[in-house]
C-alpha cells in the first residue's frame, strides 16, 4: 500500500471529495484505486475562516509500483510502514511463578493484557475498587458524601486517566509503532474507531468506565488474575532480587518478576520503595491552578467565524510563557468543554484536575496553568518532592474552608492581589464547590510572581484568556510524579533485579496513551526475561 500525506480539503467536504483529492494527486483513474483507509485526520486553523482539514491516507492500488518510481522523490508519497503489532515470545507451559503488577492504571492494565495475551497470567494488584465502585465513590464525594482515600480519582482500576479527558495523543519517540497497539485494543474494548485516525484523539470519562471493564475481562479470559482493595504494604527483597510482595492484609504472594506500574499519587507505596532502599531520583514536576473560561471565548479565538461547526468540535489551546525570573508557565492537560475535578487522594489535602465527557459539551474549557519547578526547589531526600506537594495541598485545604471545596479567586482579582467575594460571568464547574479567596499565598512567590506575568502574556495569544471574571482553583500540584524510579536498559530497577519501574508514578510516562505504551514495553521485558530463566534452567538441568 502507498501513504500519501498533506492531503488538504475545505472544511465542508465528502468522501467523495477525499478520493477525487486521491486520484488527482495521483493522477490514476478510479478503476485503479482499490480502496483506501484514513491514517491520520487534522485541521489546519492558522487561517481563521479558511479552516482546513488535512489528510494522511492509505491506498491500495494497482499501479503501486508505477506510482512509487513515479514519486520516489516526493516526501508526501511512500510505502505504508506496517504498524501491525508482533508479540515477542509466548509463554512455555508449566511457569513456577506468576508475574505481578503492581497497579491497574493505563500503564497496569496494557502490561497485564500484554502478559495474558502472550500466556504468562499476570496477577494484578490494584489498591483501589473496580471501575465502576470506584465511580460511585468518586462521583459521590464530588457530591459532598465521604471522602474514601482508598478510592477516588486517583486510585481504583483504571488509574487517574479514567477521570480525566482521556486524551490519547503523546510526543513519545514510537518506533515500533506500541501506541498503535493501545489504540486498537481501545477499539476493541469499545472506544469509537475515530481514535484511530483524529490527531488528537479523546475518550471521555464515561465511555471509559466500561472500556476499563473490557479490558479487565479479556485479561481474565485469558488466565490473568485481577485483585481489587489489594495494597501492596511490602515489596519482599532478598540479595538485591525480587522475590515477591506482601499486602496489607498480610497475604505474601511469591514472584520474581514485579512490575510497579502505580500512578503519581501513591506516596505511601513511593515512601516503602525509599525505606526499602530502591534507587529512586528527585524529578521536576509543576504547580499551578485550573483557569476557567467560557468556551465561546476559546472557540471564537481559535477558530473564527467557523467555531462551533460540528466537525470541529470545541477547541483546544497550547500556551507557553517563559518569565522574567527564569520560570516558565505553560498550559496542562487543557480540557475543552470540560470541568475541574477534586482529585485528592489524602485526607486534608485539596488537589484539582481537569476532565471532560465525550461529547465536550460543557459550557467552560479549563485547563492547568503550572509553574516548572526542580529538585533545587525542594531540597531533601529523594522523596522530599512528596512533601512539598503536601503542603502545597493542605494550604489549599484551609484556603478552601476545610471542606474539600478548593480555593478560588478571578483572575482580575487574582492579577492585583485582590481577595474575590462574588463570581462574575463565568460560574465555576469544580465540585464539591469553590472558597473565594485570595489564592496569593496559596503557592511559593515565585510562581505566583511568574502565573500574574504569564495570564497577560497568554491573552496576547488568546484575547480574553485574562478577562476579569475567568476563574482560577487552586491547586495543581499533581502534573507528575516527583520521583524517578530509576531503570537500565532491560527496564529493570537500577538496584533492585526483577522490579521493573514503569509508567507515570516511575517518571516514565505523561498521560494515558505513554503509560500504555510504557507498560508494553515493559510486559514485553518481563515475558523475554521469564523465558531466559526458563531456557537456562533447562540448559542447567
Known amino acids: 500500500m502507498l501513504r500519501l500525506s498533506e492531503v488538504k480539503l475545505p472544511l465542508e467536504h465528502t468522501e467523495a471529495d477525499i478520493q477525487s483529492a486521491i486520484l488527482k494527486k495521483l493522477s490514476i483513474a478510479s478503476k485503479d484505486l482499490i480502496r483506501y483507509t484514513i491514517f491520520k485526520r ?32 516526493d516526501v508526501h508519497v511512500v510505502p505504508t510502514p506496517d504498524t501491525s503489532y508482533r508479540y515477542v515470545t509466548h509463554a512455555r507451559s508449566g511457569l513456577a511463578q506468576r508475574p505481578i503488577v503492581i497497579g491497574c492504571g493505563p500503564c497496569g492494565m496494557f502490561a497485564g493484557l500484554l502478559l495474558a495475551q502472550m500466556g504468562f497470567r499476570p496477577i494484578i494488584l490494584e489498591r483501589g475498587k473496580a471501575v465502576h465502585d470506584r465511580s460511585v465513590d468518586t462521583f459521590g464525594f464530588w457530591s459532598k458524601a465521604k471522602f474514601n482515600p482508598e478510592s477516588n480519582a486517583q486510585f481504583g482500576e483504571g488509574g487517574a486517566g479514567t477521570f480525566s479527558d482521556g486524551k490519547l495523543y503523546s510526543r513519545i519517540k514510537d518506533a515500533n509503532h506500541h501506541g498503535r497497539k493501545v489504540l486498537a485494543e481501545l477499539v476493541n474494548a469499545g472506544a469509537a474507531s475515530e481514535i484511530l485516525y483524529v490527531n488528537k484523539p479523546h475518550i471521555g470519562t464515561y465511555r471509559l468506565v466500561k472500556i476499563v471493564e473490557n479490558i479487565r475481562n479479556s485479561i481474565e479470559s485469558l488466565g490473568g488474575e485481577i485483585r481489587f482493595q489489594s495494597r501492596v504494604e511490602q515489596l519482599n527483597i532478598e540479595n538485591g532480587q525480587v522475590c515477591g510482595v ?4 498480610g497475604e505474601y504472594i511469591p514472584s520474581n518478576h514485579v512490575i510497579l506500574a502505580v500512578g503519581h499519587s501513591a506516596r505511601d507505596t513511593f515512601e516503602m520503595l525509599h525505606h526499602a532502599g530502591v534507587y529512586i531520583e528527585p524529578k521536576p514536576f509543576s504547580i499551578g491552578f485550573r483557569i476557567e473560561h467560557p468556551q465561546s471565548i476559546i472557540d471564537k479565538c481559535r477558530l473564527g467565524s467557523q467555531a462551533g461547526h460540528p466537525m470541529l468540535g470545541a477547541a483546544d489551546y497550547s500556551l507557553v510563557h517563559h518569565c522574567a525570573n527564569g520560570r516558565s508557565v505553560y498550559s496542562f492537560c487543557m480540557c475543552p468543554g470540560g470541568q475541574v475535578v477534586a482529585a485528592t487522594s489524602e485526607v486534608g489535602r485539596v488537589v484539582t484536575n481537569g476532565m471532560s465527557q465525550y461529547e465536550r459539551s460543557g459550557k467552560n474549557a479549563n485547563s492547568g496553568i503550572v509553574v516548572g519547578i526542580t529538585p533545587e526547589d525542594y531540597p531533601g531526600s529523594s522523596i522530599a518532592g512528596i512533601e512539598f506537594q503536601r503542603r502545597l495541598e493542605e494550604r489549599a485545604f484551609e484556603l478552601g474552608g476545610g471542606t474539600y471545596e478548593a480555593p478560588g479567586q478571578l483572575v482580575g482579582d487574582f492579577l492585583v492581589g485582590k481577595a474575590s467575594t462574588q463570581l462574575g460571568t463565568v460560574r465555576p464547574s469544580y465540585k464539591p464547590g469553590i472558597h473565594l479567596c485570595d489564592l496569593g499565598s496559596s503557592l511559593p512567590d515565585y510562581a505566583i510572581e511568574a502565573i500574574r506575568e504569564a495570564i497577560p502574556a497568554f491573552d496576547k495569544q488568546l484575547n480574553g484568556f485574562a478577562m476579569h471574571d475567568a476563574v482560577l482553583t487552586g491547586v495543581e500540584t499533581r502534573t507528575s510524579s516527583p520521583i524517578c524510579i530509576k531503570r537500565g536498559n532491560d527496564y529493570q530497577s537500577l538496584n533492585t533485579k526483577g522490579l521493573y519501574p514503569a509508567g507515570e508514578g516511575a517518571g516514565y510516562a505523561g498521560g494515558i496513551l505513554s503509560a500504555g505504551v510504557d507498560g508494553i514495553k515493559v510486559a514485553e521485558a518481563v515475558a523475554l526475561s521469564i523465558q531466559s530463566q526458563l531456557e537456562i534452567a533447562t540448559t542447567n538441568c
Open 246 to 249: 506482601t499486602l496489607a492484609s
Open 42 to 73: 487534522s485541521y489546519d486553523a492558522r487561517k481563521k475562516g479558511a479552516i482546513s482539514f488535512v489528510y494522511i491516507i492509505d491506498i491500495e492500488t494497482t499501479r503501486e509500483q508505477q506510482l512509487l518510481q513515479k514519486f520516489k522523490k
